[in-house]
């Protein structure tokens, strides 16, 4: 079944205490993304990468990081996680850039950080 | 940056009225494209419109897209108590690049359908 999975699904944390969220698809996608969902503001992009190796800072990236070293996975990175990255996130992918097609979103990671 | 507005942000209806939400954009749009999301769940893409297309059809949905007013609305007909979830609009700016694939969402509406 073609999809994207995130983990963890929830997950309670402390300030400072580094997370990974882990997010891969199985459909060979080149562009995978984040994005963070709060009350009031919709989805924000955090993060994207058009291929392996590339990744670029979408309009909220300020504390996260995150990698691309295989097609599949695309993780985000916490270092140091503080109160206001309490919120929901999603990864999403979409088969290659440039074609505005649908994107394909994952189920979501809860985020409480205390 | 916020690109896509719904309007309006909340919409109670009974089972089986029609609900209409709208959706108003800034920049020149590759493609504008609406999202269901249950309650706390991942987002369902519902239908894509492309800026060169006017209206569009799925199912119970009707889209239609005025890129003169830059706007958009997304019609629900023969509306049930299944589609109580919240709708979001997302454009992907025209042009090419790499962030051609960044969707700015809108905030959303959020349908409420009663039995």
């Known amino acids: 079944e073609a999809q994207v999975t995130q983990n963890p699904r929830y997950l309670i944390t402390v300030t400072g205490k580094k997370l990974t969220v882990t997010c891969s698809q199985n459909?060979?996608?080149?562009?995978m993304s984040w994005y963070r969902q709060d009350p009031g503001l919709g989805l924000r992009q955090i993060y994207y990468?058009?291929?392996?190796?590339?990744?670029d800072k979408g309009d909220v990236p300020e504390g996260y990081k995150v990698s691309r070293k295989e097609k599949r996975n695309f993780p985000l990175i916490l270092e140091s996680p503080s109160p206001n990255q309490t919120s929901l996130y999603f990864c999403?992918?979409?088969?290659?850039?440039?074609?505005?097609?649908?994107?394909?979103f994952g189920p979501g990671t809860r985020l409480l950080v205390l | 940056s916020q690109q896509g507005e719904e309007d309006p942000q909340a919409l109670s209806i009974q089972e089986g009225e029609n609900a209409t939400m709208n959706c108003s954009y800034k920049?020149?749009?590759?493609?504008l494209q609406w999202y269901r999301q249950n309650s706390g769940r991942g987002l369902v893409h519902l239908i894509l419109?492309?800026?060169?297309?006017r209206e569009k059809h799925s199912g119970r949905l009707r889209v239609t897209l005025d890129t003169s007013k830059k706007s958009s609305s997304l019609l629900i007909t023969a509306s049930r108590a299944a589609d109580t979830a919240s709708y979001f609009c997302a454009t992907v700016p025209a042009g090419y690049g790499g962030s051609q694939g960044n969707l700015i969402f809108g905030k959303g509406t959020k349908l409420s359908v009663k039995p």
């Open positions: 999403a992918s979409i088969p290659r850039r440039g074609g505005g097609e649908t994107q394909y």
């Open positions: 920049t020149s749009i590759n493609n």
């Open positions: 990468s058009m291929n392996v190796e590339v990744t």
């Open positions: 419109i492309r800026s060169n297309e």
């Open positions: 459909m060979n996608h080149e562009y």
